[in-house]
Nanobody, 124 residues
Framework: QVQVVESGGGLAQDGGSLNLSCTVA????????IAWFRQAPGKGREGIGC????????RVEDSLSDRFTVSGGAGKSTLTLQMDGLKPEDTAMYYC?????????????????WGQGTQVTVSS
């Protein structure tokens, strides 16, 4: 049985930091990429970044790369999302998802194993 579990969400101050973790069980991660997404109230789901376990490809969306860092890969069982310089507009539910992909990170619509999410709230 595949389990995707996010943790580390909570309340942060404007300008603060949070570190989210994603643990995936039941998959051979060497055949998968894992990504972070978020969805704010009333908005669509947004891809944040990903790590491909097989070749170490790491990507963060340009709009977030100055504040967000993703890490993971071979030898690790957890994908992390380090968020610095948080802003109220970062308030959202943050999700982790896995996709079977053999090189690099797949398009965001290819992810099919999802966690339940962890809430991040940034106060001004």
């Amino acid at each position: 049985q595949v389990q995707v579990v996010e943790s580390g969400g909570g309340l942060a101050q404007d300008g603060g930091s949070l570190n989210l973790s994603c643990t995936v069980a039941g998959l051979d991660l060497n055949d998968y990429a894992i990504a972070w997404f978020r969805q704010a109230p009333g908005k669509g789901r947004e891809g944040i970044g990903c790590v491909a376990w097989n070749d170490g490809t790491t990507r963060v969306e340009d709009s977030l790369s100055d504040r967000f860092t993703v890490s993971g890969g071979a030898g690790k069982s957890t994908l992390t999302l380090q968020m610095d310089g948080l802003k109220p507009e970062d308030t959202a539910m943050y999700y982790c998802a896995a996709a079977r992909w053999y090189r690099g990170c797949p398009p965001y619509d290819q992810y099919n194993y999802w966690g339940q999410g962890t809430q991040v709230t940034v106060s001004s």
